[in-house]
């Protein structure tokens, strides 16, 4: 049973626009949320992350949005460069001592010059 | 530069054969963890540890074994009863385990079958 779905495997946009990333979940426990980004061969990198007490955190060209009725996040970049293109994993945890992070499948971005 | 460093980066393995990936890590995190990746896939957990000399299973640990004698370091075992050991490994690490801290990866190692 996947928690944590990715349901498009690709994104591609064009330099300078918006990538528009989505994540469902489906754990009404999760309570913490996180972005990751992977280049090839490489371990993935920690990007943001928004705790369910927010509906939104921004960091730099990265937001993320957090809608917990629908259980649904995105992750906004504005504007898209072409070094942005890599996979993106959403990952999400409940607080609890046997808490780990469940990820998603990723999305492939790729940002056309 | 505190960090995880994983070797080899690329290892291969003979059938019948057990191989172990290192994890080393300088952060003085308390938790480790052992990712699987597969392409098409997410990062399906192996096994985790909270604390020195103890572990627990994660969604896939058949076939792999792990200890943690030291802080530092959370080696894992691919053994001969991984019948598709071909795959990205991941280490990575956490303050403490469960308290919603993000994770530090390291390079990660590539593991294929002869």
Known sequence: DQQVKQNSPSLSVQEGRISILNCDYTNSMFDYFLWYKKYPAEGPTFLISISSIKDKNEDGRFTVFLNKSAKHLSLHIVPSQPGDSAVYFCAASATGANSKLTFGKGITLSVRP | ?114
């Not at chain 2, 530092?72 to 990575?92: D, G, H, I, M, R």
């Open chain 2, 1 to 114: 530069d505190g960090g995880i460093t994983q070797s080899p980066k690329y290892l291969f393995r003979k059938e019948g054969q057990n191989v172990t990936l290192s994890c080393e890590q300088n952060l003085n995190h308390d938790a480790m963890y052992w990712y699987r990746q597969d392409p098409g896939q997410g990062l399906r957990l192996i096994y985790y540890s909270q604390i020195v000399n103890d572990f627990q299973k994660g969604d896939i640990a058949e076939g792999y074994s792990v200890s943690r004698e030291k802080k530092e370091s959370f080696p894992l075992t691919v053994t001969s009863a991984q019948k598709n050991p071909t795959a990205f490994y991941l280490c990575a690490s956490s303050i403490q385990q469960g308290t919603n801290e993000k994770l530090f990866f390291g390079s990660g190692t590539q593991l294929s079958v002869l």
